[in-house]
């Protein structure tokens, strides 16, 4: 997620939210990194922040709880790891951080980082849980590059008051959707657009026209008419190379 200097602190702040902790973090569309202009990134970290801390957990099968559990063992472990790594290294554990077997045997706090740096796990490993890491930028080159220097690129995010200023961010990005001023719902919903990713996140599109065509298979049938591609009986194999290289550049000089 990249917000940009002049976006709505407090719908951004909002939008990461749901962006960073539906279904606990475990959406394949689910964000990890989000990148803040410094003008406005101690306001945003603040809301975020409170946000993040007043989610309430819960197992239940209702609508109190706004998160709920991981779904395995293996994958509490990686996310318990990530954020150790990250803690003993110095990052900055801005609410969340641990377990929470009281709630039951896979609960995990929503957790915010700062400080994370490129020898962390939560860095560039895929954490696929409720983790995120802030960092802050000064120029949107500098936030793109950044955000494009990973091996993956599925959905990211741009939040800006100017959509044309988000658009065109958003056509900068690396990755199979972009959604401005959303975190995922805005292409992951529009089952009229493909959906995919590009780099390490896959080949091939769901949804939309280029969704169809996965489930097809092409074949090309073709009918020979008229002028044949090899030379005619007699004719050297050099001469009918250099008359059919004559011809071709005469049939691209005629009017279309």
Known sequence: MIVLPDADVAKAATGAVTACFSSAGQLCVSVE?????????DEFTRAFVARTAALKLGGALDYHAQM?????????????????DARAKGASVLTGGRARPDLGPLFYEPTVLSGVT???LPFAEETFGPVVSIYGYTDVTEAIDRANDTPFGLNASVWSRNGR????VAARLKAGTVNVNEGYAATFGSVGVPMG???????GRRNGAEGLLKYTESQSIALQRGLALRPPK????SVWSRGMTFGIKALRRLPR
């Open 33 to 41: 990194r989000i990148y803040v202009h410094e003008s406005i990134r």
């Open 68 to 84: 709920g559990s991981l779904t395995s063992e293996d994958q509490l472990a990686t996310v318990s790891a990530h954020v150790e």
């Open 118 to 120: 490129p020898d962390m």
């Open 165 to 168: 200023a988000g658009w065109e």
């Open 197 to 203: 990713g590009m780099k390490d996140s896959g080949v």
């Open 234 to 237: 007699g004719v050297p194999g």
